[in-house]
Each structure stands twice: as C-alpha cells, then as structure tokens.
C-alpha cells in the first residue's frame, strides 16, 4: 500500500538525517540554532525590529509578523488534530528537548516558510529560504521530526504567508 510505503521511506529517511554527518561539535551547532526557530521566535523578532527601524514599510514587516504568528497557530492546531507523536528511534534518542509530544507538522519549518514568503522583497529572499531550509532540516537531523513533518511544515507556512501578506 502506498501509505506504509510512504512511512516506511519516512523512517528510512530520518534515520539517514539522525545518523550521518554526526558530531558532538556539527550536533551543538544544530541545536543550538534549531533552538533560535522555538515558537517562531526568531522571525517574530526579525519583524518587530524591521517595523521599529524601517518606519517606512512598517506595514509590510506587521503583516509578516502576523503570518509567522498565524502560521504558528495553525499549526498548533493543525497538531491537535492529528495528534502524530515524535520519532522514537530505538538507541538515537533526540537531541534537543520539544515542547510538545506532537511532531505533525513542524511548527519550525511551518513558522520559517511563513516568515520566508512574508518577509521576501523586505529581506533577500535566497537568505530567508536559506534559513529556513535549515531549520527544518535541523528537525529530523535532531531527532524530532520525520521528512514529512518538515515537508508538510513547508507547505503551510507558505501558504499562510502568501495568504497573510497578498
């Protein structure tokens, strides 16, 4: 069946990212940055300083806020209702502590892909979906979430910025 395929390759795939390219020192570096993406934080932060120094597009960096911010919500909810549990992986455990006991989607990659498309055009896009593609893949790399945590993360934060700031 399509769907045990589908989990099957997103275990595959997580085990790939929890085991590859480890170090103590590439694990603090990661961490330490995914920490920098918790509720959004960062973003939110990225906004209200660009409204408080860019009086003259103020507007547009409110507005980007609030789609991290939505972006955020929603995918609290949207955890709720799925209620998928994190990866447990026998002998890799997480590296980073979560909030929340819910991996379905990633609020990382969902608030990072909202801040990307809302903040395009007042930041330089490429460095936004830069760092944005780093902290969802910082997920599974840590442990905390599977491939399509951070795919479907993706996809609804940036539908949420462009639905925000249109």
């Known amino acids: 069946m399509i769907t045990d395929r589908i989990r099957q390759l997103d275990h595959e795939m997580l085990l790939l ?11 603090r570096v990661v961490a330490a940055y995914s920490r920098l993406g918790e509720h959004g934080a960062c973003w939110t932060c ?17 507005r980007g806020t609030a789609a991290v911010v939505a972006g955020y919500a929603l995918n609290y909810a949207v955890k709720l209702a ?16 979560t909030v929340s006991r819910l991996a ?9 892909f909202a801040a990307a498309r809302a903040f395009a055009g007042l930041v330089p896009a490429r460095a936004l979906y830069a760092a944005a593609g780093a902290f969802a893949l910082s997920r599974p790399y840590l442990g ?23």
């Open 46 to 62: 990225l906004g209200i300083l660009g409204a408080t120094v860019d009086g003259s597009r103020r507007r547009r960096w409110l």
């Open 104 to 112: 379905f989607p990633s609020a990382h990659a969902t608030t990072s």
């Open 144 to 166: 905390v979430h599977y491939p399509t945590d951070v795919i479907a993360g993706a996809l609804l934060g940036t539908a949420v910025g462009d639905l925000v700031c249109r």
């Open 17 to 27: 990212a929890r085991t590859r390219r480890h170090t103590a020192g590439a694990e």
């Open 82 to 97: 799925v209620r998928r549990p994190r990866p447990a992986l026998p002998g890799l455990p997480p590296l980073t502590p």
